[in-house]
C-alpha cells in the first residue's frame, strides 16, 4: 500500500475517533474497541470482497487472515448466509 493511502485512512479514522469523542459532549465511551472493529470491518469486507470477485479465498489473502476467519465474519455481518 503506498504510504500517503495509508496515511489517508489513518487521517480517516483519526477524525472519526475525534469526531466521536465530541458527539459524545463529556459522556465517558464504553468499549470502544469493539465497536469501532464492528464499524470498520463490515466496509472494509464488502469492498473487499467486492474487489475480490466475490473470492473469499483471494479476499482472505489479501487481508492477511484465514479463509474460515473471513467466512466466519461475513457471516457475523450478515454479507453472506
Request: net charge positive; aromatic share 6%.
Amino acid at each position: 500500500m503506498a504510504t500517503t493511502n495509508k496515511k489517508h485512512i489513518e487521517e480517516c479514522v483519526r477524525e472519526s475517533v475525534e469526531g466521536y469523542f465530541r458527539d459524545l459532549r463529556g459522556v465517558e465511551p464504553t468499549a470502544m474497541y469493539e465497536m469501532i472493529l464492528r464499524v470498520v470491518e463490515r466496509p472494509l469486507f464488502e469492498v473487499v470482497m467486492k474487489e475480490a470477485g466475490g473470492n473469499q479465498s483471494r479476499a482472505a489473502e489479501w487481508l492477511g487472515i484465514n479463509r474460515n476467519t473471513l467466512r466466519r465474519k461475513l457471516v457475523e455481518h450478515k454479507l453472506i448466509k
